[in-house]
């Protein structure tokens, strides 16, 4: 299961250790560094390493037993010879209860703070549904009003690209849906047992009818964008994984584009006790633990996306605002998924934008001695700078049966 260090020269005892099937073991990897020499200075380069399932997820069952591996072969990738524990069990006794769901979320439901000056602020979907958004269908020039509770919506399949949703076409109307109503939104959480049902994961989902520009930051420039980075509805998340033994939250995912981290407690702020704050960027709304400015892109340059987050008066008190929208694991009609869950087609229209010019005049404004490296770096940038197809809800996501991307 790991390695065994002691503080005598001798071998440890035979009874000191333990055999375990191989049947009962899956497969382990490596994921966070907790100890480490100087490779430059040490003579005797190590590491010691956190482990994990290698295959991890709603129906994996590769169980973290908490040991470590350690290593003095810093460049090579090396097969590791220890391995996890596997649970058999596929009822997963640990797993919260209904009541007890609501009692986590009462006491760890993060404040997500939105940005002073966020325009695009965040809604519930019944809000959006409920003031004009469309459904269109590939081939069909003209959108169909979408119910409040998504009935219409179609479901199941695949996203495929026959339909998707838009604000309505009048002004007034597309901007109002633009800027959210914070008053309406609530956090969508779905509710999965993690390391084989030895962890809760608590994924929240922020909902935001419309992504905003982005900021290109370049050395100590930064220029806000037209249009770049635009995009009709924008889903993101954080999760909180919950120790089923001890009650405690063990880690927490900020989920920041196409990418984000696990930070740990001791690393979190919290209000209200046990309620970490969660910032949320402005215009693009990426999950971020503490306030600041975060760089996407190349730190070392100093070239990327701005993402900005602070505190402000916009916050939705997950503890409270919240609606529980799967939990699988509960059985069959103890959470009723609301009908836009299954709509697994994008929530906003394909988008093209004529980035290329925009960029080049950019370009342009810079000093000759930097335009080479701003050149290259522009392939760091997300895709979203470019192009994208809109984004598709929760249900289609790889982590919504997986794990987190890190």
Known sequence: ??????????????????????DLTES??????????????SKYPFQVWNTRPCERGVLCRGVSVGTFYCTTNLDAEEKLDIACLKNLDITLHAMPNL???????????????????????????????????????????????????????????????????????????????????????????????????????IMMWVFCPFNGPATLKVGLMSIAMSKIGEHVGDWEHFTLRVSNFTGELWSMFFSQHSGGEWVDPFNLEFIEGNKPTVYSSK???????????????????????????????????????????AAGYLGDGIIQEPCWLEYMREW???????????????????????????????????????????????KEKDNWAGDEIC
């Open 348 to 394: 906003g229209p394909t988008i093209v934008y004529d980035s290329r010019s925009e960029l080049d005049k950019l370009i342009d404004l810079l000093p000759l001695f930097v335009r080479f490296s701003v050149e290259n770096i522009f392939e760091l940038f997300p895709t979203e700078l470019y192009g994208e197809e809109g984004p598709t809800g929760p």
């Open 99 to 201: 009541d007890q769901i609501h009692a986590l979320i009462k006491h760890y439901g993060p404040t997500v703070f939105f940005h002073p000056d966020e325009v695009y602020l965040p809604s519930s979907v019944q809000w959006l549904f409920k003031n004009g958004a469309l459904l269109y269908q590939d081939g069909n020039q003209k959108g169909e009003p979408i119910d409040y509770r998504g009935s219409n919506l179609p479901s199941g399949g695949k996203n495929d690209g026959a339909f998707w949703i838009d604000l309505p076409n009048d002004d007034e109307a597309r901007g109002n849906l633009k800027n959210g109503n914070l008053e309406s939104a609530e956090l969508y959480v779905h509710v999965k047992p993690a390391m084989g049902g030895t962890f809760t994961d």
């Open 283 to 325: 215009n693009g709304h990426a999950s971020f633990p503490h306030p600041g400015t975060y760089l996407q892109g190349s730190s070392k340059l100093g070239i990327g996306v701005r993402n900005d987050a602070a505190r402000s008066k916009f916050i939705v008190d997950s503890s409270t605002k919240y609606q529980i929208i």
């Open 1 to 22: 299961m790991g390695f065994v260090v002691s503080d005598r020269p001798e071998q440890p005892k035979l009874e000191e250790v333990r055999c375990v099937r191989a």
């Open 28 to 41: 382990c990897e490596t994921f966070d560094i907790l100890l480490a020499t100087d490779s430059k200075s």
